[in-house]
């Protein structure tokens, strides 16, 4: 007697990014990085933030990689806005250079979630975008304090009196504004991955933040930290 054959699984789709740079060379770099990957479905890159927030309408990605400046047209912070006012969940990476110019704060707080240097190894920009796709999380904020302060970029309407945080909200912060995760935050500081998550959630509901890149904008703005 025959054994009863088993069910075939379901194959996993790889995700759908979208990449939105006026530099061609970038877009080709980042579109082979990721192809090679085997994880992402690749779609064709865009060279506006017109043609961007366009593809993203007709095509609804996983995930937007978007530059920041891409003059002389729509910038990366208004197509961030164009692409959340169209869906609120749309998850948005930023392209950054070495040196990240204005623009980089106010696209966080557009919507975007995280960014990485357009210099970065395959393996880095492989690392971001599918932590960016398992959602919200520490990791995917190193550096970013330090490049944000970098860019010189100012994000307007704060309010000028400052939220009143306890001592390990404060102390979360710090360890979130350096990129730690979740699960070395509690180890560090003897706490639970579950009381880790509660600081976290609670912080960004005094600090008005959507998201932790949100966090962090704000943590510079009120002068919580600032990069040694």
Not at 36 to 60: I, K, T
Not at 90 to 99: C, F, G, K, Q
Not at 123 to 140: I, T, Y
Not at 185 to 204: C, D, G, P
């Amino acid at each position: 007697m025959s054994e009863p054959t088993a069910e075939p699984t379901a194959a996993v789709r790889p995700a759908s990014v979208l990449i939105v740079d006026d530099d061609r060379w970038t877009t080709r770099a980042v579109a082979a990085a990721l192809r090679e990957s085997g994880s992402f479905d690749v779609l064709d890159p865009q060279h506006s933030g017109e043609a961007g927030v366009e593809a993203f309408a007709r095509m609804r990605p996983s995930l937007v990689l978007m530059d920041v400046n891409m003059p002389p047209g729509m910038s990366g912070v208004d197509a961030t806005k164009e692409i959340i006012a169209l869906e609120p969940k749309a998850t948005i990476v930023l392209l950054t250079t070495v040196s990240p110019g204005p623009g980089l704060a106010r696209a966080l707080e557009a919507g975007a979630m995280a960014a990485v240097n357009k210099s970065a190894s395959d393996a880095e920009l492989l690392r971001v975008a599918e932590a960016a796709l398992d959602g919200d999380s520490p990791v995917l904020l190193q550096s970013l304090a330090e490049d944000i302060l970098i860019s010189g970029d100012t994000v307007p309407d704060v309010p000028s009196q400052a939220p009143v945080l306890t001592e390990m909200e404060h102390t979360v912060l710090i360890e979130v504004c350096e990129g730690r995760d979740y699960s070395e935050i509690a180890e560090r500081h003897f706490i639970t991955m579950h009381t880790v998550k509660s600081h976290a959630r609670n912080l960004r509901i005094k600090l008005g933040a959507k998201n932790l890149a949100q966090v962090v904008v704000r943590a510079i703005q009120y002068k919580f930290y600032s990069p040694e």
